[in-house]
């Protein structure tokens, strides 16, 4: 069931007004049944799947809480992450990894033939996983206490707003909200809808719509012109960028819909002067969540110049290994390893931080250039992200590069600036005002039309039926 | 009812109060109802098809079965995926069975590319309101049957998604819904050319059309000089990936079968020709069985003929030189099949 679809709002319709009928308790655990049953509508086998991290970690954490040396609550993290690293490995890399091993040991001069396992990805698996090991490590840490009820921790594993793509939540945001009674306001009501609204124009509108014309472009570039390669590249970029904000958009709306405020996870991303801000606007939750579990624990910034650039470049990598279990990810996510490197060196030489820059809510010259140069950085490793493979990738730069058939430039133009002038007139303003729902701040006659056009063009867009690209991963 | 308790009592009140933007929306969809129906506006716009998903491969098809059934008529009809695209060519089938050229009904091959059994049903739904053929010829492979492959379903949901498919086809309410809008609104109707008008700046370029006027693909490649294990590049894995004949394919095979009952049309089953590096492609050789006893079971079932052509490959000698990749056939594999399609009919051993 995608978001983008009338079945998903029907069952949001049904879902809202039984959650509105119930007391706290109920609601709860209407919203587990709701969850599970959302799931299922993708595959149920994989709903075992859930339930068993589910248990596995619910009981670890009691027993983490109940042990009584460090020693002991590490083996039962350690166990725990085990299972759900175990899982998702299996699941999303364990093809990718005998493949891999099959041709270095060829390369070696010895032949193995490991059988290939044809293996179905479960949808959101690398969601929910991160969001339990975030569980985990926080009571492991002391920072969260085990959650009593198993059915409570069972829906903040599968809450269904987030569950396939996210935002990956943190313990110490959702568990307060799903244990004590909420009340939904005006506020949430009038914001969670437009939020909807807003999540399905980047969705329908211009992620949809992109798709369709870049598909062709990114499977057989050796057919396409330069500008035309440009243009879907540049197009690519907002397309990944509208249809995974737009779906945090809908999670969120939803979300606020019932009283439960989840984490904003893009703000603006291609507005970010520096690599550094990039990753603080793109993808929040999987940024902080690299941050808070694995660069810090590597020991981040603290032991020293080589540590440093050492864990950026295995937070970077891991990151695009996170995306997909492919070399063209690992590429990706090296080059934003780069980058950030570059960025470090860059900020260390100057003895200037980036991130004042990115505190700057004027725009100076300097700030503009800083966002087009971080923008066209991002937009060059997005190549690696699109391309079926690294070679491919390889492939589609240098037929960029090459320069045929620029009599094209100007047939290409309007195709490309019409859907990110469409993406600008939400963005900028959102931007600016610091307000994600900047439409209800005008005045009656400007936010009615306003709202009324969004939902015309909503109408004319919908029908396709394309998944959200961040399913995949 | 605790909805005073969930709610705070400012929500009470935005809940009650009716949305003011509503006016508005209905104001911008009656404009835009009526300046679609402007001479001047619609002399400015592309046709309202092709539209959808699909619709780009489709669209010419139909274009050129309406035309061939105006010139001609269309007495045999080929359905099926790229493969039967490819390896049918209703010329060579007409030469075979007897037909004089370009004299009276020929056959017509309406395949269309990355169709499974669900889609092509569908498809056929619409081919069939525009002719009336005395058989049809349903070209099945291996990965037309495969429960378990993510191409086939995420095909048969684009097209159960699709409304213009939908709504061509009459297929259930929801077919019939969208006819009935497509017919009444201009709005509905030039929806998808409109938007996607708006947003590149201009009209869709017309699609390139790579079948002929009678819907055959012919292909040059030769399999049997591209190097080996190069071949299975060719092909998408995805069709016989865990493979399980059970679910929506095969019950789709079979409504087609009580579908063209009904229509009092004669079916007809080809099993495709299939080039022997296929196999090595199935997890199992037991998978090729299960769909073999799949078609074998749909054929006596419903009383069709099966045409295996996998017993043709041992009799008839296809080789690599007859395929293009692993399962199309190139122009002399199409000449071949054709050849021997045509010179079964009607019988149809």
């Known amino acids: 069931m995608l978001f983008n679809t009338p079945e998903y709002f029907v069952f949001l319709a049904i879902i809202a007004l039984l959650y509105y009928s119930l007391t706290h308790r109920l609601q709860n655990r209407m919203l587990l049944v709701a969850s599970y049953v959302f799931y299922a509508f993708w595959d149920y086998r994989f709903l075992s799947l859930i339930l068993l991290t589910t248990t596995v970690d619910y009981f670890v954490a009691h027993a983490m809480q109940k042990a009584k040396t460090s020693k002991r609550r590490r083996i039962f993290l350690i166990f725990s992450l085990s299972v759900n690293l175990g899982i998702l490995g299996f699941f999303k890399y364990f093809n990718f990894f005998i493949d891999n091993a099959q041709k270095l040991t060829s390369l070696a001069g010895f032949h193995t033939s490991i059988p290939v396992l044809y293996i179905l990805l479960p949808v959101g698996v690398s969601f929910y996983t991160f969001q339990e090991i975030a569980y985990t490590v926080e009571v492991y840490r002391g920072k969260v206490k085990p959650v009593d009820n198993f059915l409570d921790f069972a829906l903040y594993v599968c809450y269904f707003p987030q569950l396939v793509a996210g935002p990956i939540e943190r313990p110490q945001n959702m568990l307060p909200q799903f244990l004590s009674p909420r009340k939904v306001t005006a506020d949430q009501l009038v914001s969670g809808g437009v939020l909807i609204l807003i999540g399905l124009f980047r969705k329908v509108v211009i992620a949809d719509a992109i798709g369709s014309l870049i598909d062709p472009v990114f499977s057989n570039p050796g057919n396409y012109s330069s500008p035309e390669l440009l243009k879907a590249l540049y197009l690519f970029a907002l397309q990944i960028y509208c249809d995974f904000a737009g779906y945090s958009d809908i999670a969120r709306g939803t979300s606020r819909l019932l009283g439960i405020e989840l984490m904003r996870n893009f703000d603006h991303p291609y507005f970010a002067s520096s690599i550094t801000e990039f990753w603080r606007r793109w993808h929040i939750s999987l940024s902080t969540w690299l941050r808070d579990y694995l660069y810090i624990p590597l020991g981040g910034n603290r032991r020293g110049t080589f540590n440093a650039y050492r864990n950026t470049m295995i937070t970077m990598l891991l990151s695009g290994l996170w995306h997909g279990a492919g070399w063209s990810f690992v590429a990706w996510g090296g080059l934003h390893g780069l980058y950030s490197a570059g960025e470090r060196l860059r900020t260390r030489k100057r003895g200037t931080s980036s991130t004042a820059s990115s505190q700057e809510i004027i725009w100076s010259w300097r700030r503009v250039a800083g966002v087009l140069v971080t923008f066209h950085l991002v937009l060059l490793s997005w190549v690696f992200f699109r391309s079926p493979g690294f070679g491919a990738g390889v492939t589609y730069l240098r037929d960029m590069a090459a320069f045929k058939g620029m009599e094209q430039f100007s047939a290409v133009l309007p195709g490309l600036l019409i859907p990110w002038i469409l993406c600008l007139a939400i963005d900028i303003p959102q931007h600016l005002k610091r307000d994600e729902v900047f439409l209800l701040r005008w005045p009656k006659t400007k936010r009615d039309l306003g709202l009324a056009f969004i939902l015309f063009l909503i109408i004319l867009g919908v029908g396709r039926r394309a998944p959200f690209i961040y399913f995949q991963f | ?349």
């Open chain 2, 1 to 349: 009812m605790h909805l005073s308790s969930t709610f705070s009592s400012d929500a009470r009140r935005v809940r009650l109060r009716q949305p003011s933007w509503v006016p508005y929306f209905l104001t911008i969809v009656v404009l835009a109802e009526l300046a679609l129906r402007l001479p001047f506006v619609l002399s400015h716009l592309p046709k309202p098809e092709p539209t959808l998903w699909h619709a780009e491969f489709v669209q010419p098809k139909v274009d050129y079965l309406k035309a061939f059934e105006l010139e001609r008529g269309i007495d045999v009809l080929f359905i099926g995926n790229s493969t039967t695209q490819a390896g049918v060519n209703p010329q060579a089938f007409d030469i075979a069975r007897g037909k004089r050229e370009s004299v009276g009904p020929g056959s017509f091959n309406a395949s269309v590319e990355g169709i499974p059994p669900y889609g092509a049903l569908i498809f056929l739904q619409i081919f069939l309101q525009y002719c009336r053929p005395g058989t049809v010829y349903y070209g099945i492979t291996p990965q037309d049957l495969n429960s378990n492959s993510p191409w086939a379903r995420d095909v048969s949901d684009r097209i159960d998604h699709s409304p213009l498919a939908l709504a061509e086809s009459r297929h259930g309410l929801l077919g019939i819904s969208n006819a009935i809008l497509l017919q009444y609104s201009a709005l509905y109707r030039y929806r998808s050319a409109l938007f996607r008008t708006l947003l590149n700046g201009k009209p869709d370029p017309v699609p390139r059309v790579y079948f002929d006027r009678r819907g055959f693909e012919p292909s040059d490649r030769n399999l049997s000089q591209v190097p080996q294990g190069k071949g299975a590049e060719y092909f998408d894995k995805a069709g016989v990936l865990n493979y399980s004949v059970q679910g929506i394919q095969i019950e789709s095979a079979r409504n087609m079968a009580t579908y063209l009952r009904d229509q009092g049309i004669r079916l007809v089953l080809v099993n495709m020709p299939l080039a022997n590096g296929y196999f090595s492609i199935f997890d199992s050789p037991s998978d090729y069985e299960d769909y073999r006893s799949a078609i074998s079971e749909l054929a006596s079932t419903f009383g069709v003929p099966l045409f295996d052509a996998e017993r043709l490959s041992t009799d008839a000698g296809f080789d690599d030189t007859d395929f293009a990749d692993l399962n199309h056939l190139n122009r002399k594999g199409a000449e071949k099949l054709s050849t021997m399609l045509g010179s079964h009919y009607p019988g149809v051993r």
